[in-house]
């Protein structure tokens, strides 16, 4: 946590630092207006003490030309005089969050500084929950790749540092960037997660940059993006090979100076969240045709994750079902069923093209399908594609072969309809396309 403290009394500067420093709060001073507002749009603070009474621009002023330029939302408490008090109630009505009255007791002051910070950090929090999206999964796994996976997540969180996350579609790319996220010191800061591939290339900018009133047809207010949405937390960019070389430009900025613009804008803000992002395609390879930016690459490549397919820790197989299991009867409100011996061997069989993320579909409508309190081979066999007899994968098939059938079933029983395969079988759609032409399936 840091705040701003503005005054222009330099006793009442270091009293309110001092305050603050016996809380474990960093803080620093300005002494004017104009000094405070350079600070302000050089950094990014959790709360500003701001003095009505100030020489140049007075108080009211600063207030008035934060609000007006957009360069920063955080909370703004007011200091005032007994004969000022009119003036502090109408700072409230111009966007203050509270007011304090000269003198004051320093445990009010510390009471409404905390106050007000974590009342930002939950407006965050509720706001990145409802406009982002939502993983509830945590990491599971016992074996060597996934213990040692863990090991290195324990000591990026504690670095800071940016971090690349690859992998194949369903390995759990947004688990992992939540497990950074949630042992840092940070964890109680908002987890900002979006979807690059979701969003409409129209809308990108202003989805992670924000828009300024105006900017464009129907921005009838100002918006603030995922970016300061995130404030001193994590934001997770999924896809990040999708996003379009004009805002990559933009990305790498905010990579190099820690500021973004708002579409319409005119003044950069400072923003502090750390950069988590993610990609099931070859980087490099979008490099050399031209689709990635090189320096991009290597900013966003600082440390880097590679998440393991499933079938190459089929071990955890039981452990993700039993998890998966009980989560999904939770939400059902239903008793957590057993796996029957043969629908668990099923399991430990198939290949998994869609990995955990196929694992948890095929558990959850297996468990629709359950009419007792044990899953059973035909209730697996449902979703697990009947028509691949399980010992052609004994019987020498590669795991190739089998990804390979296990897609044209999926395509003849949805007669072609391509994004209902992908469904059942958990994938996305892009996936699937991509597998189609790499395997040379015809329609």
């Known amino acids: 946590m840091k ?66 330029r957009g360069i920063s939302s955080s909370p703004v408490l007011m200091i005032s005089a007994h004969g000022q008090i009119t003036d502090a109630v109408e700072a409230l009505k111009a966007g203050a969050k509270d007011y304090l009255v000269k ?51 324990d000591k990026i969180a504690a670095s800071g540092a940016t971090v690349l996350i690859t992998g194949e579609s369903g390995t759990g790319k947004e688990v992992a960037a939540r497990e950074i996220h949630s042992r840092s010191a940070e964890k109680n800061e908002p987890f900002v997660a979006v979807n690059i591939g979701g969003i409409h290339e129209g809308l990108m900018e202003s989805e992670l ?14 918006k603030n993006g995922l970016f300061e949405l995130a404030g001193r937390g994590s934001i997770f960019l999924d896809e990040i090979g999708e996003m379009p070389m004009s805002l990559q ?13 708002r579409l319409g804008g005119v003044s950069d803000i400072p ?37 393991p397919p499933l079938k190459d820790r089929r071990e955890d197989i039981p452990l993700l079902a039993e998890r998966f299991l009980s989560k999904i009867s939770m939400r059902m409100g239903c008793p957590v069923p057993k796996l029957s011996t043969e629908a668990l061997n099923s399991l430990l069989v198939y290949p998994f093209p869609g990995n955990i993320r196929e694992l948890e579909n095929i558990l959850e409508r ?43 079933d ?21 996936t699937i396309l991509n597998k189609i032409k790499a395997y040379g399936i015809s329609d």
């Open 410 to 430: 999926a395509l003849v029983r949805c007669n072609g309809n391509r994004t209902k395969a992908a469904e059942i079988l958990g994938v996305s759609r892009k």
């Open 271 to 307: 923003v502090n969240a750390r950069i988590i992002s993610a990609t099931n395609k070859d980087l490099e390879t979008l490099i050399k045709e031209n689709r990635f930016r090189e320096d991009l690459y290597y900013r966003l490549n600082v440390v880097r994750i590679n998440m």
């Open 3 to 68: 705040i701003l403290i503005v005054d222009d009394e330099k006793n009442i500067r270091e009293s309110l630092k001092k305050y603050l420093s016996l809380e474990g709060i960093d803080s620093t001073g300005a002494a004017s207006g104009e000094e405070a507002l350079e600070q302000i749009e050089k950094e990014s603070f959790d709360a500003v003490v701001l003095d009505l009474k100030l020489p140049g621009i007075n108080g009211q002023e600063v207030l008035k030309t934060i609000q007006q």
């Open 103 to 153: 003198p004051f007791d320093p445990a009010e002051f510390i009471i409404k500084i905390r106050s007000m910070v974590e009342n930002k950090r939950r407006e965050n929090l509720i706001e990145a929950k409802e406009r982002t999206t939502n993983t509830e999964n945590s990491l599971v796994g016992n074996t060597a790749m996934m213990r040692e996976l863990s090991g290195q997540i």
């Open 366 to 408: 297996a468990l629709i399908y359950c009419e007792g309190n044990t899953i059973t081979m035909e209730d697996i066999g449902l979703l697990s594609r009947k028509k691949i007899p399980i010992e052609s994968i004994s019987g020498g098939s590669s795991l190739e072969d089998v990804e390979k059938k296990t897609i044209l």
């Open 209 to 222: 940059f924000g828009h300024e009133k105006g900017a464009f047809t129907g921005a009838a207010a100002r």
């Open 249 to 261: 430009v933009k990305l790498l900025r905010v990579l190099q100076e820690r500021k973004v613009r």
